[in-house]
C-alpha cells in the first residue's frame, strides 16, 4: 500500500495539538507533501491522506484535481462540527474519518469514527497530586466553563507547563461545549498523565473508560461538593493510564486505520 499525506505547512511537530491532530498519521509509513507545495506524482501511489476541511480553504483546485483522480482520498475531518457532510466540499472523497457528527449532527456513509489517542510515551504518569486543574480556554463559546471559572481559577498552559501542570495535578476537569457535546481528546492526556478525570457527561466517554473510573458532575453545586473533599485514588490513577496505554495509543488507531484502508482497496 503506497500512501502519499498532504500536510499544510502550519501544522508542524512543534504546534500546539500537533499530536492530538496528527500524531497518529506520524505511525502509518507515507510519503509528506506540504499543501502548499504540492510536486507529487499522484499515479505512483494508492491512497492519499488528506488534511481537515478548514486547510482547503484557498486549495479548491488541488483537491477538485484529486477527487477526479484514480487514487482513492481519504480524508481526515478533525473539525467536522463545523461543516455540514452532505455539503459538495465532500463530494468525490472515497472515505472520511471523521472525530465527530457534523454541525446537522450527522455522519457520512462512506466513512468511520477515529477515536481520540494519544502517545503514552510523551505524556508519562506521576500518580497522587495535589489540587484540581482547570486548564483550557474560557469564553461565551463554553458557558459552563465561565461557571466552573467563579469557583475555580483556569490556566491556559501549553506545551511542556500544561503537561506539567497535568502530572502534578490530582484531578483535571473535562467539559464539552454547547456547540460540540461531544468528549475531547484531553480526557486521554489527563489519563496518560496519571489524573482523575473530573468531568460533566459528555457523548463519547464510555468509548473511552468505563464510568466507575470517571467523576461526574451535573450541576456547579455538585462540582463544589468535589473540589472540596476529592482525595486522588491511586489505584484509578492507575486504571486509567492502563486503558490509555493499552487500548488508546497512537498505534491502535493506526491498525484501525490501516484495515480500514485495506477494505477501501481491496472494495475496488
Known amino acids: 500500500m503506497r500512501i502519499l499525506r498532504v500536510q499544510p505547512k502550519r501544522d508542524k511537530p512543534d504546534r500546539y495539538n500537533y499530536d492530538i ?7 502509518i509509513r507515507s510519503d509528506i507533501v506540504t499543501l502548499e507545495h504540492f510536486d507529487k506524482n499522484l499515479n ?7 488534511p481537515m476541511h478548514s486547510r482547503w480553504r484557498g486549495y479548491e483546485k488541488l483537491l477538485n484535481k484529486i477527487k477526479h483522480h484514480k487514487i482513492k482520498s481519504v480524508m481526515f475531518d478533525n ?12 463530494r468525490g472523497i472515497d472515505f472520511i474519518f471523521y472525530r465527530y457528527y457534523d454541525s446537522r449532527s450527522q455522519v457520512p456513509d462512506n466513512g468511520a469514527q477515529l477515536l481520540w489517542s494519544v502517545d503514552p510515551d510523551k505524556l508519562k504518569p506521576v500518580y497522587g497530586g495535589n489540587g484540581i486543574a482547570f486548564n483550557c480556554t474560557v469564553n461565551r463559546s463554553y458557558p459552563i466553563r465561565e461557571r466552573i471559572a467563579r469557583i475555580i481559577k483556569p490556566t491556559k498552559l501549553i506545551g511542556s507547563d500544561y503537561i506539567k501542570k497535568i502530572q502534578s495535578s490530582s484531578a483535571a476537569i473535562h467539559t464539552n461545549s454547547k456547540i460540540l457535546k461531544y468528549v475531547r481528546a484531553k480526557i486521554l492526556e489527563f489519563a496518560a498523565c496519571g489524573t482523575h478525570i473530573i468531568s460533566n457527561r459528555s457523548e463519547g466517554m464510555e468509548l473511552y473508560f468505563p464510568d466507575n473510573l470517571i467523576t461526574y458532575f451535573t450541576t456547579i453545586d455538585e462540582l463544589k461538593n468535589i473540589l472540596k473533599s476529592f ?8 486504571q486509567l493510564r492502563e486503558i490509555t496505554e493499552t ?8 491498525e484501525f486505520i490501516i484495515n480500514q484502508m485495506d477494505e477501501l482497496l481491496c472494495g475496488e
Do not use: M
Not at 44 to 50: K, M
Open 231 to 238: 482525595q486522588p485514588d491511586i489505584s484509578i490513577q492507575k
Open 44 to 50: 505512483e501511489y494508492d491512497i492519499v491522506f488528506l
Open 247 to 254: 487500548c488508546h495509543a497512537h498505534k491502535h488507531r493506526a
Open 21 to 27: 491532530n496528527y500524531g497518529v498519521l506520524d505511525e
Open 79 to 90: 473539525d467536522s462540527c463545523y461543516s455540514d457532510f452532505s455539503s459538495s466540499f465532500y
